[in-house]
C-alpha cells in the first residue's frame, strides 16, 4: 500500500495533481514541511543566523526605491 502511494505521488509530483484534489493539498503541505525543514536543517549547521529572504519589493523604507510609495 506505501509503495502504491508513493508511486501515485511521484506520478503527481511530475505532471501535477488535479486542482483542489487532496493530492494537491497534500503536495502544497508537503512542499512546505520541506522547505521549512531545510531552513531548520540550515540554521542548525551553519555558523552565521538566519536572514529571511525578502521578496522583491517589499521590505524597503521609503525613499529607497526612487518613489515616495514603499515597495
Do not use: C
Not at 508537503?30 to 551553519?46: D, G, K, P, Q, S
Amino acid at each position: 500500500m506505501i509503495l502504491g502511494h508513493r508511486a501515485v505521488v511521484l506520478q503527481a509530483s511530475k505532471r501535477g495533481a488535479p486542482t483542489g484534489s487532496w493530492l494537491e493539498q497534500m503536495l502544497v503541505r508537503f512542499a512546505l514541511t520541506y522547505n521549512t525543514a531545510r531552513i531548520v536543517w540550515a540554521v542548525l549547521t551553519e555558523i552565521e543566523d538566519y536572514r529571511a529572504q525578502v521578496a522583491r519589493g517589499y521590505g524597503k523604507t521609503v525613499g529607497e526605491t526612487g518613489s515616495e510609495v514603499p515597495g
